[in-house]
Every structure is written in structure tokens, then in C-alpha cells.
């Protein structure tokens, strides 16, 4: 991360990059429940 110029310890940008694993997270498991919901069809 160090090397692309982030810097976790900083706390802003820490909290950022948080809220960014989050919103993936989040949309990954939208997409697997979508998946799920279509092969029960």
C-alpha cells in the first residue's frame, strides 16, 4: 500500500479505505444472494 502512496496509519485515510472494503464486501454478498436467489428459480 506503502509503495501507491496510502498510508494506513493515517486516520482519515485509514477510515476511508475501511469504508471502501465495506462497500465491496457488501457488494459481493448482493451479488451472491442474487445468484443464490436465481438458481432457485
Known amino acids: 500500500m ?3 502512496g496510502y498510508d494506513l496509519d493515517d486516520p482519515e485515510f ?3 479505505f ?3 472494503v465495506r462497500a465491496a464486501d ?3 454478498a448482493e451479488q451472491e444472494r ?3 436467489e436465481l ?3
Do not use: K
Open 34 to 36: 442474487w445468484e443464490r
Open 39 to 41: 438458481s432457485l428459480r
Open 14 to 16: 485509514a477510515a476511508l
Open 18 to 20: 475501511v469504508e471502501g
Open 2 to 4: 506503502r509503495r501507491l
Open 26 to 28: 457488501e457488494a459481493i
